[in-house]
């Protein structure tokens, strides 16, 4: 198992990946390309899954593995429901 990592560290990797994701859904949304805002969403999604993996003592390497994942497509998925064409974000 991986040895769990010091609280300030974890804080700092889940805030920069969140105010990442902000930066990427409001304002880079608009000016970057769909597969370059995809790939920037899908990277913040995963440091929020590490940095939250980071606080936890016991952690199994699947949970290493299918959390990035999981939350790095959630953030996509997120973004694109919230600015679809129908969505209450649309631009």
């Known amino acids: 198992m991986l040895e769990p ?3 300030p560290f974890a804080w700092t990797v889940l805030a920069a990946s969140s105010v990442a994701f902000v930066l990427i859904a409001s304002f880079l949304r608009t000016r970057l ?3 370059a805002v995809d790939l920037l ?21 699947a949970s290493w593995v299918f ?5 790095a497509v959630g ?10 064409g129908a969505g209450p974000f649309r631009t």
């Open 33 to 35: 390309p769909d597969r």
């Open 5 to 7: 990592m010091n609280a």
């Open 41 to 61: 969403l899908g990277l913040s999604g995963a440091g929020v899954a590490v940095g939250g993996l980071l606080f936890l003592d016991d952690v199994g390497i």
């Open 75 to 84: 953030a996509i998925a997120h973004v694109k429901a919230l600015f679809a």
């Open 67 to 71: 959390a990035p994942v999981f939350l």
